[in-house]
C-alpha cells in the first residue's frame, strides 16, 4: 500500500468543522479523536458531530476512540458514518469480538496503544484487525513531542505482520511532522496522523503533500 495522511481535527477550529475538513482535500483520511474525560484527561466530541462531519466530507472518517467501554460504542461509530474506527487495547474487555463487530458493520477495525503498551502480547488478536495504531504521545492532548522511543517499537510491529504475511497497516499519531515522519516511515510506518502540522501551516493541503513525500522519500515508495 502507499502512504497515507490523516489530518486530525483535534487540531482544527471546532466552529468550523467542515470547512477544516475541506481545508485538507487531498489527504487520505479525516482523523477524529473521541475522547471522554475518562480513559484520557480531555473531552472533545462524539457520535453526533461524527454523523454530521460524515455528510459534510467525501473524505473517510477514521475515528479514534479514546473511550472507557469501547466495546459498547465502537459500532455505533460505524453507523455514524465513520469508515474506520480503533479502539484501545487497554480499554476494551472482547477485542476480538469488538474487531469483528466493526468490520461485520462495513468498517476498518483498529487497535491502538500506548506508548507503553507492548506489541507483542497481542500477536494472537492480529488477524482479526486490519489496522494497529501506535501511538507516539500519551493520548489526550494535541500538540505534545514525539517520543521517539516509541520508534523501535514501529519496527517490530512491521516485522510481526511480516512473519504471519499480514497486510495490515501501521498508523502512528502523536508528534507528526516533517522533522519525524521519515524515521516512522522507515521503521514500517504506513499511515500518519498529523494535527498541529496540518492546521497551523499557511497551507494545510500543501502541508499534507508535503509529508506525503516526505514518506514516501523515505520509503522508496
Given at each position: 500500500m502507499g502512504i497515507q495522511i490523516a489530518p486530525s481535527i483535534l487540531s482544527a477550529d471546532f466552529a468550523r468543522l467542515a470547512d477544516e475538513a475541506t481545508a485538507v482535500s487531498s489527504a487520505d483520511w479525516l482523523h477524529v479523536?473521541?475522547?471522554d474525560n475518562h480513559f484520557v484527561p480531555n473531552l472533545t466530541l462524539g457520535m453526533p458531530v461524527v454523523e454530521s462531519l460524515a455528510k459534510a466530507t467525501n473524505t473517510p472518517l477514521d475515528c479514534h476512540l479514546m473511550i472507557e467501554d469501547p466495546d459498547r460504542w465502537a459500532p455505533g461509530?460505524?453507523?455514524a458514518g465513520a469508515a474506520s474506527v480503533t479502539f484501545h487495547i487497554e480499554?476494551?474487555?472482547a477485542p476480538i469480538r469488538t474487531a469483528r463487530e466493526i468490520r461485520a458493520k462495513g468498517a476498518r477495525a483498529a487497535m491502538a496503544l500506548r506508548p507503553a503498551t507492548p506489541i507483542e502480547p497481542y500477536e494472537d488478536l492480529l488477524a482479526e484487525l486490519d489496522m494497529i495504531l501506535i501511538?507516539?504521545?500519551e493520548p489526550g492532548f494535541g500538540g505534545q513531542k514525539f517520543l521517539d522511543v516509541c520508534v523501535p517499537k514501529i519496527?517490530?510491529?512491521?516485522?510481526?505482520?511480516d512473519k504471519h504475511g499480514l497486510?495490515?497497516?501501521?498508523?502512528?499519531?502523536?508528534g507528526v511532522s516533517a522533522d519525524t515522519i521519515e524515521r516512522c516511515a522507515e521503521a514500517g510506518a504506513?499511515?500518519?496522523?498529523?494535527?498541529?502540522?496540518v492546521y497551523a501551516a499557511g497551507d494545510p493541503n500543501a502541508?499534507?503533500?508535503?509529508?506525503?513525500?516526505?514518506?514516501?522519500?523515505a520509503t522508496g515508495r
Open positions: 479523536d473521541v475522547m461509530y460505524v453507523e480499554a476494551c474487555r501511538m507516539t504521545v519496527r517490530r510491529t512491521r516485522q510481526l505482520l497486510d495490515l497497516w501501521i498508523e502512528i499519531d502523536g504506513d499511515v500518519f496522523v498529523a494535527g498541529t502540522a502541508m499534507v503533500e508535503q509529508l506525503r513525500g516526505l514518506a514516501e522519500q
